[in-house]
């Protein structure tokens, strides 16, 4: 079946660093690839997306591009901030439209 | 996009009680999903609600626990059944517009606890 493997954390970071949570999957077919985002309190958004091998999908300074001979989505942020402190859920989306997560990344950035 | 809403946003329950919680979206969708979330934990999908018939449990979710409606195509509901503190969780609904567009979307949530 489907799987999403990512990086454990918590993973905490000072201001304006460089930010990667790796993510790997185990699909059949073509899956779409998803990073959402939790902030305190908040609920699940979606923080960015990539559907075909390739593509690379970008929001708010966050990167990721979908890499099929690795099978992976690896999160990226060249300087984060404090507001960037959350939890970071690694997902795809299968032909049968069910998302399938990783057990998420907590990240705390401190001033 | 889509605006989703869940009622109740929280609740603390009894055990052995039970307790529905609604979605309504303000859109017709296509799809619609119940998740869970335990604390400190990833999400987990329970089931598949289908507009008219009844929903697609996932593996180790049944119908008896968690009953779920979906009378039409912008409301469902799901029915957290004879709770215990295990059941203490967030629960989500999450949309698809349609089978073209392949982001999801979610509920707030609502967190439950059982005492």
């Known amino acids: 079946g489907n799987s999403v493997t990512q990086m454990e954390g918590p993973v905490t970071l000072s201001e304006e660093a460089f930010l990667t949570i790796n993510c790997t999957y185990t699909a059949t077919g073509y899956p779409s690839l998803f990073w959402y985002v939790q902030y305190p309190g908040e609920g699940l958004q979606l923080l960015l997306k990539?559907?075909?091998?390739?593509d690379k999908g970008s929001n708010k300074g966050f990167e990721a591009t979908y890499r099929k001979e690795t099978t992976s989505f690896h999160l990226e942020k060249g300087s984060v901030q404090v507001s960037d402190s959350a939890v970071y859920f690694c997902?795809?989306?299968?032909?049968?439209?069910?998302?399938?997560f990783g057990a998420g990344t907590t990240v705390t950035v401190r001033a | 996009s889509a605006v989703i809403s869940q009622k109740p946003s929280r609740d603390i329950c009894q055990r052995g009680t039970s307790l529905t919680i609604q979605c309504q979206v303000d859109s017709q969708v296509t799809m619609m999903f119940w998740y869970r979330q335990q604390p400190g934990q990833s999400l987990t999908l329970i089931a598949t609600?289908?507009?008219?018939?009844?929903?697609?449990?996932e593996s180790g979710f049944v119908i008896d626990k968690f009953p779920i409606s979906r009378p039409n195509l912008t409301f469902s509901t799901l029915t957290v059944s004879n709770m215990s503190p295990e059941d203490s969780s967030i629960y989500l609904c999450s949309v698809g517009l349609n089978t073209e567009n392949t982001e999801a979307f979610f509920g707030q949530g609502t967190r439950l606890t059982v005492v």
């Open positions: 609600a289908n507009q008219g018939s009844e929903a697609t449990y």
């Open positions: 990539a559907t075909k091998a390739d």
């Open positions: 997902a795809l989306r299968s032909n049968d439209y069910k998302l399938s």
